[in-house]
């Protein structure tokens, strides 16, 4: 491993540079000893992502859908709806017993 230049953070004297040395191999082995934890938290995290995508995505397909609906509310408040219309004369035509 090559050795680093430690004038620049002031770990000059042997004992500093051991102390460092301990602090970052014990980071070190923690680190490495929770590979699998830390690649799983970043792997729901990324999962969690996706999912906030696609709840965005229905959201938007949530909206047109209430959109059309509204559309038709309106239509048939206004008896302009075709299919209304025709569902309600057939209905009535039946009862009447014409069909």
Same mark, same amino acid.
């Given at each position: 491993?090559?050795?680093?230049? &430690?004038?620049? #953070? ?10 460092? #040395?301990?602090?970052?191999?014990? !980071? ?6 929770? /590979? ?5 938290? &970043? ?11 696609? !709840? ?33 004369? /057939?209905? !009535? &035509? ?6």
């Amino acid at each position: 491993m090559e050795h680093l230049n &430690l004038d620049d #953070v002031g770990l000059t004297d042997r004992v500093q540079y051991n102390a460092a #040395v301990a602090n970052f191999n014990q !980071i070190q082995r923690i680190v490495n000893g929770n /590979t699998d934890e830390i690649e799983t938290k &970043l792997d729901n995290k990324a999962n969690l992502n996706e999912f906030n995508d696609e !709840i965005k995505r229905l959201d938007d397909k949530t909206d047109a859908l209430n959109e059309d609906w509204k559309a038709r509310l309106k239509r048939v408040t206004l008896g302009t709806d075709e299919e209304t219309i025709e569902d309600v004369v /057939t209905k !009535i &035509l039946i009862e009447k017993g014409v069909i």
